[in-house]
């Protein structure tokens, strides 16, 4: 794990309120139990955030705080409209000189099976590639889990690209190209987004995680 001290970490998420936080899990998750998941889902998240070596780490966060663990980490407001506007926001803000001036990955809460280790060698593909760069995480639903840019400008592209589809993957991929990047990939990882994908991602989280717990746990109440 040797991510250059030189970059940051941002983080973009939703306070997790039932009703409001993973809906597509519902049914068969009741909303209560869809905001548990993922309330779990960002805690593992920000706990590897936090043990990856960077300089910054920033969370764009829609909704109040509550009972989320924001330790070591500077918290920006999420701006209205469409995903592409508010990731493209997200990078802008955390972003702005001299603070966040540094390479940048941004990754949602629906891995929580990232690790340090992924992170910091993420960074490091990103780093290593120079100015000109962008990388970028692939899922199989279609969508991507993180996309890793040297400055904000890269991501003024985001609002012009369709999210939450089959293709958004590839046409993100084809937006920063037609911007004059070259993109590098990162391992492809599924995201939580129904229930069967839960239950495959808490596989992958470590038994004593939170993800984990609260997935098991709910899956063995369910009918």
Avoid: Y
Avoid at 5 to 28: D, N, Y
Avoid at 92 to 117: K, S, Y
Avoid at 138 to 159: M, N
């Amino acid at each position: 794990m040797t991510a250059a001290p030189r970059t940051q970490l941002l983080v973009i998420t939703k306070a997790p309120v039932p009703g409001k936080s993973k809906t597509r899990l519902s049914p068969p998750c009741s909303p209560e139990q869809a905001a548990a998941i993922a309330a779990a889902a960002v805690g593992d998240t920000l706990d590897a955030v936090r043990g990856t070596p960077v300089q910054r780490r920033v969370v764009a966060l829609d909704g109040a705080p509550g009972g989320l663990d924001l330790t070591g980490c500077v918290v920006v407001p999420q701006v209205d409209g469409d995903l592409g506007t508010r990731l493209a926001h997200a990078f802008a803000d955390a972003m702005e000189p001299p603070d966040g001036d540094l390479p940048t990955l941004l990754i949602g809460m629906d891995t929580p099976q990232v690790t340090p280790e992924l992170l910091a060698d993420s960074l490091d593909r990103l780093v290593a590639a120079g100015p000109g760069t962008a990388v970028l995480g692939t899922a199989p639903d279609g969508g991507w889990w993180a996309l890793g840019v040297h400055a904000a400008v890269a991501a003024l592209v985001l609002p012009g690209v369709p999210m939450s589809r089959d293709d958004t993957a590839v046409l993100t991929r084809a937006a920063l190209e037609q911007a004059g990047l070259t993109v590098l990939d990162l391992p492809q990882l599924t995201d939580i987004d129904h229930f069967p994908d839960a239950l495959s991602v808490a596989a992958l989280c470590p038994p004593g995680s939170r993800t984990r717990r609260v997935v098991d746990s709910i899956a063995a109440e369910l009918p």
